[in-house]
């Protein structure tokens, strides 16, 4: 049964217009759809402090399960060039690339953007709608073509503001439906021509109609865009592929043969068929993913210099407008190639460059690691259970963010990494951490700025895999956290080709070790108390006691009541002098004067993490949470030294009933399975990575 469209239904353009200018139906370009969608985002913003500079945090971006994990500069770069370009700025004329190493993220980035951009045209209020011609039969130059739809998706408030040949004749049209004036400027800033065929065919269509508006509405009809990750229809992707196989059809569009059998005028640009090509299936406000964008062939760049200047397609002299965000990736070394040559220089011009650093806080990156590692249960090659040691995220995450802190005479590598995770590290403050990164980030050479070097998160996964692979991780069901060393080791043994940059990982990779060494001895102190926080609970003595010393309301028994930040109840304490020596001499303080100075820099930090924070625990200062252990270890059985040696000869009952506790402790309240509280012990009693 055939629709009279030009009556008021769902599928009808009148319909459809009116819907635009009471506001049930949208009217904008991709630039403003992408803007909204991040910025009306419940919460969509949030202000946060990263390497000492403030920043934006937006949510959407942090919304699903595998959601972006940090990019903050990235991601603020980008929200930043859509606006622009939905403002009518320089932006919507460009392609926003992002260059950086492999493995830093930068195709999940454009495939969860993607994703969310999806999801949001999905919405009944924000969908997208295009418009198709039927009763073409009725023209009978279409043979048994009956119905064409636009090929780029056009809006069917393109077709509103061009279904006359005046220009006055349109806003008389949209004003008869209810426009107002406002609305009529706003409308025509999105304004462009219809696309060659379009254009075409409705002439045909006017010709045919004599005029008559009303019938040449009748052959339109509104229908939504399809949304389809697989079919490219909305978001696609177009991937660089090899010299000999890449050709420009694959993003244009070529002569359809099976149109030819249908249209005898060879002037009918309908004979093209655009939807062959990655561009014309998002050019209805989607957005076009070119990978690796700079590996492609010279005439392939010129292409799409083409298409990011002009926003068209354009085959033998026939245009199609597009409507159309272009995001870009590009790995460091390609992009130095391209820039080379130096002819290349315009489709460089054309783009926003954002160079994306691999992420540098090692807190973000334990959650990284938890994804590499995998959430679901992993088994033995014999289908047993496979446990996971505890330490084994932090080992994993603390190896690889060093190797992502450049040398530099500021800060070490340790200061670098807890700076840029919010912790402290000890005199040094985040200042210090901002001026390195504005020197790095000054260099020329790319790869020099901070965290655009190291170890990316593929040979994380290749870490984890050989892990896998060795015999005592299946022998023992455990992947454990001292085995990851020597996989990192691997790795960077095989695949990383620069020897500078070897060593320098190798390095990183000792430090890294040490760092684990304070992990575990911290375990082992806890094993021994049987107590999951009692080296939590001793450091916060010492800073407690530090406070406490110099105050008014300090009695002669030396106690020293304070209100506790974390739960706000009245807590007494009593200081006790030599506990509070003995720290510091761990720490290697030995004049008044030196002990004075690290009790005022305690108290300072406590002044101001705590307005911060309430629950912050002191726990990010390794200095202090090793000599606090060692301090207690001392005092308890003398010396870390005898527990070794009570751990280590189990000949007698004594010992090994200490041995049986302190596994039992580590497995039913510290996340140890039997392997890996029993090798955590037995690498505490080594002396290896003991630094």
């Given at each position: 049964m055939e629709i009279d469209l030009s009556k008021k239904t769902p599928h009808s353009l009148d319909y459809h217009i009116e819907s635009v200018i009471e506001g049930k139906r949208k009217f904008e370009n991709v630039f403003q759809a992408v803007t909204r969608m991040i910025l009306e985002y419940p919460d969509g913003i949030k202000k946060i402090t990263v390497n000492g500079r403030p920043t934006y945090d937006f949510q959407i971006f942090r919304k699903s399960k595998k959601h972006i994990i940090g990019m903050y500069d990235e991601i603020n770069s980008f929200v930043s060039f859509v606006k622009d370009a939905a403002d009518g700025g320089s932006s919507a004329e460009m392609a926003f690339v992002l260059v950086g190493e492999p493995g830093n993220g930068k195709t999940f980035f454009v495939d969860y953007l993607n994703k969310c951009y999806r999801e949001f045209i999905a919405e009944r209020e924000n969908q997208r709608f295009t418009y198709r011609m039927n009763n073409l039969d009725k023209l009978g130059v279409y043979g048994r073509i009956n119905s064409i739809e636009s090929q780029t998706f056009e809006d069917p408030m393109i077709l509103a503001m061009n279904?006359?040949?005046?220009?006055?004749?349109?806003?008389?049209?949209?004003?008869?439906?209810?426009?107002?004036?406002?609305?009529?400027?706003?409308?025509?800033?999105?304004?462009?021509?219809?696309?060659?065929?379009?254009?075409?065919?409705?002439?045909?269509?006017?010709?045919?109609?004599?005029?008559?508006?009303?019938?040449?509405?009748?052959?339109?009809?509104?229908?939504?865009?399809?949304?389809?990750?697989?079919?490219?229809t909305l978001t696609g992707k177009y991937a660089a592929k090899d010299k000999i196989t890449s050709s420009a059809v694959d993003l244009l569009g070529d002569?359809?043969?099976?149109?030819?059998?249908?249209?005898?005028?060879?002037?009918?640009?309908?004979?093209?068929?655009?939807?062959?090509?990655?561009?014309?299936?998002?050019?209805?406000?989607?957005?076009?993913?070119?990978?690796?964008?700079?590996?492609?062939?010279?005439?392939l760049v010129q292409v799409y210099l083409g298409v990011i200047q002009n926003r068209t397609i354009e085959i033998e002299g026939f245009k199609w407008p597009l409507d159309t965000l272009i995001v870009a990736t590009s790995n460091n070394s390609e992009f130095q190639r391209f820039l080379e040559e130096k002819e290349q220089a315009p489709i460089v011009d054309r783009c926003r460059i954002t160079y994306m650093a691999h992420n540098t806080n090692y807190k973000l990156q334990q959650e990284l690691t938890k994804l590499a590692i995998g959430s679901q249960e992993k088994t033995t090659f014999t289908g047993e259970k496979l446990n996971i040691d505890p330490n084994l995220n932090y080992a994993l995450s603390v190896a690889f963010i060093l190797s992502r802190m450049p040398q530099n005479n500021k800060l070490t590598p340790i200061e670098m990494m807890k700076l840029a995770?919010?912790?402290?590290?000890?005199?040094?403050?985040?200042?210090?951490?901002?001026?390195?990164?504005?020197?790095?980030?000054?260099?020329?050479?790319?790869?020099?700025?901070?965290?655009?070097?190291?170890?990316?998160?593929?040979?994380?996964?290749?870490?984890?895999?050989?892990?896998?692979?060795?015999?005592?991780?299946?022998?023992?069901?455990?992947?454990?956290?001292?085995?990851?060393?020597?996989?990192?080791?691997?790795?960077?043994l095989d695949y990383v080709q620069d020897p500078n940059d070897r060593a320098k990982y190798l390095n990183d990779l000792k430090i890294a070790k040490s760092l684990h060494r304070e992990n575990v001895m911290t375990s082992i102190f806890n094993a021994y108390m049987d107590e999951p926080d009692a080296i939590h609970k001793d450091v916060l003595n010492y800073v407690n006691m530090v406070i406490g010393i110099d105050a008014k309301n300090l009695g002669p028994n030396k106690l020293w009541t304070y209100k506790d930040p974390q739960t706000g109840k009245l807590v007494s304490i009593k200081i006790d002098e030599n506990y509070i020596d003995s720290v510091?001499?761990?720490?290697?303080?030995?004049?008044?004067?030196?002990?004075?100075?690290?009790?005022?820099?305690?108290?300072?930090?406590?002044?101001?993490?705590?307005?911060?924070?309430?629950?912050?625990?002191?726990?990010?200062?390794?200095?202090?949470?090793?000599?606090?252990t060692d301090v207690r270890l001392k005092s308890d059985i003398a010396g870390a030294g005898s527990l070794i040696g009570a751990l280590s000869n189990r000949t007698n009952e004594e010992n090994q009933k200490l041995y049986n506790r302190m596994i039992k402790t580590m497995i039913e309240k510290l996340g140890y399975d039997k392997t890996s509280a029993e090798k955590t012990i037995e690498y505490f009693c080594t002396q290896e990575d003991n630094t």
């Open positions: 279904l006359f040949e005046e220009k006055d004749k349109n806003i008389e049209y949209l004003e008869s439906l209810g426009a107002s004036e406002e609305q009529i400027i706003k409308y025509y800033k999105n304004y462009r021509p219809l696309g060659a065929c379009s254009d075409y065919i409705f002439n045909q269509i006017r010709e045919y109609s004599d005029g008559d508006i009303e019938k040449m509405k009748s052959f339109i009809e509104v229908v939504p865009i399809p949304i389809s990750e697989t079919r490219g002569e359809s043969i099976t149109r030819l059998l249908h249209i005898p005028d060879t002037n009918n640009p309908y004979r093209f068929d655009l939807r062959r090509g990655a561009l014309a299936r998002v050019a209805g406000g989607g957005i076009h993913f070119a990978d690796e964008i700079f590996k492609n062939k010279r005439d995770a919010g912790e402290v590290a000890g005199e040094k403050s985040v200042k210090t951490l901002a001026e390195v990164i504005d020197q790095l980030n000054r260099e020329t050479d790319i790869t020099k700025r901070f965290g655009q070097k190291g170890l990316g998160h593929r040979n994380l996964g290749r870490a984890i895999q050989i892990l896998l692979e060795r015999s005592e991780t299946q022998e023992g069901k455990c992947m454990y956290a001292g085995d990851i060393f020597p996989s990192i080791e691997s790795v960077i510091e001499n761990r720490l290697g303080l030995k004049s008044k004067e030196q002990k004075q100075s690290y009790r005022t820099t305690i108290a300072k930090i406590y002044g101001q993490k705590m307005i911060q924070d309430p629950n912050y625990d002191f726990m990010d200062n390794n200095d202090l949470v090793k000599a606090v």
